[in-house]
Antibody, heavy 117, light 107 residues
Framework: EVQLVEFGGGLVQPGGSLRLSCEASAFTFSNHWMGWVRKAPGKGLEWVADIKNDGSDTYYVDSVKGRFTISRDNAKNSLYLQMNSLRVEDTAEYYC??????????WGQGTLVTVSS | EIVLTQSPATLSLSPGERATLSCRASQSVSSYIAWHQQKPGQPPRLLIYAASSRATGIPARFSGSGSGTDFTLTISSLEPEDFAVYYC?????????FGQGTRLEIK
């Protein structure tokens, strides 16, 4: 069974940094695009970033460009999201998801990021 | 950016009733619409992809239809566990976008 497990969430002050990780299992990680999606309290799902299966292409929502970096290590079956210059409005549950090219087909349980002073 | 507009925002129905949820795209996305269900405290779950194909393990009471800009998710007879928030999603063009969600609540 496909599993995605996120790590690294927590409480951080505005302007701070955090690195999220997602460990994948039970599928060939290097064959799949992967993405991060977030859900802020009281709001809907918002796409954050995506990365091609070999890491050669990345895409970001405008609100995180220049602050967040998505990356992956296919040897470790792991996906990452480096988040810098965090803002209060980045507070959300962050989900790792497998992207099959046209939609997300599997989701992790999520990790909570809280940006507050 | 392709904007997905879902309606209604909230739908109040009783178990056993039929639910019809709508998703309208600001431009054509062909058939590349997916529907996800999210319950409180849980991650989203894929229900429908390519507008009308059910994901693995999804009950037959869930069905999807549409193409171009207008899409529908239908739940033929609501079960208690179906009360949740439903999102449509497109990956036809960057950026990936989601609709704002339809909350399906018990009447």
């Amino acid at each position: 069974e496909v599993q995605l497990v996120e790590f690294g969430g927590g409480l951080v002050q505005p302007g701070g940094s955090l690195r999220l990780s997602c460990e994948a299992s039970a599928f060939t990680f290097s064959n799949h695009w992967m993405g991060w999606v977030r859900k802020a309290p009281g709001k809907g799902l918002e796409w954050v970033a995506d990365i091609k299966n070999d890491g050669s292409d990345t895409y970001y929502v405008d609100s995180v460009k220049g602050r967040f970096t998505i990356s992956r290590d296919n040897a470790k079956n792991s996906l990452y999201l480096q988040m810098n210059s965090l803002r209060v409005e980045d507070t959300a549950e962050y989900y790792c998801a497998r992207d099959n090219g046209r939609h997300y087909d599997f989701w992790g349980q999520g990790t909570l990021v809280t940006v507050s002073s | 950016e392709i904007v997905l507009t879902q309606s209604p925002a909230t739908l109040s129905l009783s178990p056993g009733e039929r639910a019809t949820l709508s998703c309208r795209a600001s431009q054509s996305v062909s058939s590349y619409i997916a529907w996800h269900q999210q319950k409180p405290g849980q991650p989203p779950r894929l229900l429908i992809y390519a507008a009308s194909s059910r994901a693995t393990g999804i009950p037959a009471r869930f069905s999807g239809s549409g193409s171009g800009t207008d899409f529908t998710l239908t739940i033929s007879s609501l079960e208690p566990e179906d009360f949740a928030v439903y999102y449509c999603q497109q990956r036809y063009n960057w950026p990936i976008t989601f609709g704002q969600g339809t909350r399906l609540e018990i009447k």
